[in-house]
């Protein structure tokens, strides 16, 4: 059972930043595709990032030139780097990971942007 915990967020005002880890049990590979997702009360969750083989990214509209994902395979690790923070972005954020082609979530970390 692969797990991933998921740290980093917390509350911090309009215009600040900050980054969230997810700490895979198992390692990871560049060929392991891994995101993060964000979902907010009575909404849908939403792809924000991902990063797969060859270390292609992508990002959703809404967060394209604030938000960067990467990956550190030694540490088995991803990370979101969270800049300029807007209220819009408050949500519970989940790591995914897709490993030997079996998909694997997190517990998620609340990201709250508030002034």
């Known amino acids: 059972q692969v797990q991933l915990v998921e740290s980093g967020g917390g509350l911090v005002q309009p215009g600040e930043s900050l980054r969230l880890s997810c700490a895979a049990s198992?390692?990871?590979?560049?060929?392991?595709?891994m995101g993060w997702y964000r979902q907010a009360p009575g909404k849908q969750r939403e792809l924000v990032a991902s990063?797969?083989?060859?270390?292609?990214?992508n990002y959703a509209d809404s967060v394209k030139d604030r938000f960067t994902i990467s990956r550190d395979n030694a540490k088995s690790t991803v990370y979101l780097q969270m800049d300029s923070l807007k209220p819009e972005d408050t949500a519970v954020y989940y790591c995914?990971?897709?490993?030997?082609?079996?998909?694997?979530w997190g517990q998620g970390t609340q990201v709250t942007v508030s002034s």
């Open positions: 995914r990971a897709i490993i030997t082609f079996r998909t694997y």
């Open positions: 990063i797969a083989g060859a270390g292609i990214t």
């Open positions: 198992v390692k990871i590979l560049n060929a392991d595709a």
